[in-house]
T-cell receptor
Framework: IAGITQAPTSQILAAGRRMTLRCTQD?????MYWYRQDLGLGLRLIHY???????GKGEVPDGYSVSRANTDDFPLTLASAVPSQTSVYFC??????????????FGPGTRLTVL | GQNIDQPTEMTATEGAIVQINCTYQ??????LFWYQQHAGEAPTFLSY??LDGLEEKGRFSSFLSRSKGYSYLLLKELQMKDSASYLC??????????WGAGTKLIIKP
């Protein structure tokens, strides 16, 4: 693989169900991010990780959790999905968070619908 | 609060020039990015400005004025494939990227 992969590509989920969105990068980037993108609102940061073993909360963390057991993987879990979590989710990575040049590389996205 | 403003939508003609503006108010400034996002796809990097002035890269140029909290993306010789959303993002004092909502650019023949 090259770059960032996300799975699944799309998912329809019943409210109340648990769901994990997967993200894997092979660029050996230290920092990883999860965003949601909703029409008219742009990208909003959910959680981020500076390096393996550390995570932090972004702008809209409620209802989501993440883990960073190793450099490559950064899964996002919805413990009990609600309809307001219907969105397109993008995973991204960058070489370092603590840098002014923080170009982020994005995965293809997961389109999630919660009914 | 932190805020980035861009026009919601713009329309331009194939072969013409278009300028997409971005104004920002953030807690600190450590650089400004422009990304391109085609419908249904991921954002991809276009340009980065950290110092005042113009950065040119082929048909695309990006300008920054830090004192005015202002940037623009200039697209020349527009092609149909340039139809996309253009996202402005600023790195704040905590090195977090703050994103604008994006400008949808429609190119007409």
């Amino acid at each position: 693989i090259a770059g960032i992969t996300q799975a699944p590509t799309s998912q329809i989920l019943a409210a109340g169900r648990r769901m994990t969105l997967r993200c894997t990068q092979d660029m050996r980037h230290n920092a990883m991010y999860w965003y949601r993108q909703d029409l008219g609102l742009g990208l909003r940061l959910i959680h981020y990780s500076n390096t393996a073993g550390t995570t932090g909360k972004g702008e809209v963390p409620d209802g989501y959790s993440v883990s960073r057991a190793n450099t490559d993987d950064f899964p996002l879990t919805l413990a009990s999905a609600v309809p307001s979590q219907t969105s397109v989710y993008f995973c991204a990575s960058s070489d370092s968070l603590a840098s002014s040049y923080n170009e982020q590389f994005f995965g293809p996205g997961t389109r999630l619908t919660v009914l | 609060g932190q805020n980035i403003d861009q026009p919601t939508e713009m329309t331009a003609t194939e072969g013409a020039i278009v300028q997409i503006n971005c104004t920002y108010q953030t807690s600190g400034f450590n650089g400004l990015f422009w990304y391109q996002q085609h419908a249904g796809e991921a954002p991809t990097f276009l340009s980065y400005n950290v110092l005042d002035g113009l950065e040119e890269k082929g048909r695309f140029s990006s300008f920054l004025s830090r004192s005015k909290g202002y940037s623009y993306l200039l697209l020349k010789e527009l092609q149909m494939k340039d139809s996309a959303s253009y996202l402005c993002a600023v790195t704040d004092s905590n090195y977090q990227l703050i994103w604008g909502a994006g400008t949808k650019l429609i190119i007409k023949p």
